[in-house]
């Protein structure tokens, strides 16, 4: 079994910072494109930001120069940093994997979300 889990978010000011992690553990055989997604009351789940397994990365427009994605393939962690951060990043944040698992099943998989505040 897979699972992912997140931890990093809570209560900050405008332009203050946070960092989000998350961590991939269970039967993993291999770890494929790793992101974070975000949903706010009312509005549809996004992409916010992701990452290949050979480091190439995106991001959505709002959070360029302000987000920085990055994983750990050792230890199949992604983390997301979160600068000048602004009341419109407030959301609950979901990390999110493909990996195939010991069993050579790929799936998709998603932490169970941890809420960002940001406060004026």
């Known amino acids: 079994q897979v699972q992912l889990v997140e931890s990093g978010g809570g209560l900050v000011q405008a332009g203050g910072s946070l960092r989000l992690s998350c961590a991939a553990s269970?039967?993993?055989?291999?770890?494929?494109?790793m992101g974070w997604y975000r949903q706010a009351p009312g509005k549809q789940r996004e992409l916010v930001a992701a990452?290949?397994?050979?480091?190439?990365?995106n991001y959505v427009d709002s959070v360029k120069g302000r987000f920085t994605i990055s994983r750990d393939n050792a230890k199949n962690t992604v983390h997301l940093q979160m600068n000048s951060l602004k009341p419109e990043d407030t959301a609950i944040y979901y990390c999110?994997?493909?990996?195939?698992?010991?069993?050579?099943?790929?799936?998709?998989?998603w932490g169970q979300g941890t809420q960002v505040t940001v406060s004026s």
């Open positions: 269970g039967s993993i055989f291999r770890v494929y494109g």
């Open positions: 990452i290949t397994s050979g480091g190439n990365t």
């Open positions: 999110n994997a493909g990996i195939t698992a010991t069993s050579r099943n790929y799936n998709t998989y």
